[in-house]
């Protein structure tokens, strides 16, 4: 069995509310073992014999658009894929004021678009793409002066993405399954 992480898109924002309890209740379905959830943005930690990462996320997704009525992109990491993200962080010491996120991207970035979203830094963001990853820095309080947001970064990578704060990113390595 391999423990996965489905990180959800667009749950619980803009009006489209799911229970946690709902959603490990739309997605106990053969196949996926020991359902949990953590926060309620769309973070699903379960177990699966299935090794495919592709075959289970058009499982999930279409489970989800037949009980939710809309798509749901859904972004799968194992633990050993959280680990190296925590690893990759190329934000290892920042200043306090300022907060981590990740946003897990649907395909690795174009590198003449990352180099674009470089150009946008600014001293109320940084960002830092590696690989299917962007790592930004977001002065905390002032998110009205940054540009960045979820929407802002698809816009700019061409790519589908959702974001998690480093804590939340951090917190599933707790769902590691015991040795």
């Given at each position: 069995?391999?423990?996965?992480?489905a990180f959800?898109r667009?749950i619980?924002?803009g009006?489209?509310?799911?229970?946690?309890?709902?959603?490990k209740k739309?997605?106990?379905?053969?196949?996926l073992?020991n359902?949990?959830?953590?926060?309620?943005?769309g973070?699903?930690?379960f177990?699966?014999?299935e090794?495919?990462?592709?075959?289970?996320?058009k499982?999930?997704?279409?489970?989800?658009?037949?009980?939710?009525?809309?798509?749901?992109?859904?972004f799968?990491?194992?633990i050993?894929?959280?680990?190296s993200?925590?690893?990759?962080?190329p934000?290892?010491?920042?200043?306090?004021?300022?907060?981590?996120h990740?946003?897990?991207?649907?395909?690795?970035?174009d590198?003449?678009?990352?180099?674009?979203l470089?150009?946008?830094?600014?001293?109320?963001?940084?960002?830092?793409?590696?690989?299917?990853?962007?790592?930004?820095?977001?002065?905390?309080?002032?998110?009205?002066?940054?540009?960045?947001s979820?929407?802002?970064?698809?816009?700019?990578?061409?790519?589908?993405?959702?974001?998690?704060?480093?804590?939340t990113?951090?917190?599933?390595?707790?769902?590691?399954?015991?040795?």
């Open positions: 069995m391999t423990r996965y992480i959800l667009a619980n924002v009006g489209r509310v799911v229970k946690m309890d709902d959603l739309i997605l106990a379905m053969p196949g073992k359902i949990t959830t953590y926060i309620q943005s973070n699903v930690i177990d699966s014999a090794t495919d990462k592709n075959v289970l996320v499982k999930i997704e279409k489970k989800l658009l037949t009980a939710l009525g809309y798509e749901v992109t859904t799968l990491k194992t050993p894929d959280i680990e993200i925590i690893k990759k962080n934000f290892k010491k920042y200043p306090e004021e300022m907060g981590l990740v946003s897990f991207l649907s395909a690795a970035a590198k003449e678009l990352v180099k674009q470089l150009l946008l830094q600014s001293e109320y963001e940084q960002f830092n793409v590696t690989g299917s990853e962007a790592y930004i820095l977001v002065r905390k309080g002032a998110y009205g002066e940054t540009k960045f979820n929407t802002f970064l698809e816009k700019k990578l061409k790519t589908q993405a959702t974001t998690r704060n480093w804590a990113v951090n917190k599933m390595l707790e769902y590691k399954l015991p040795a």
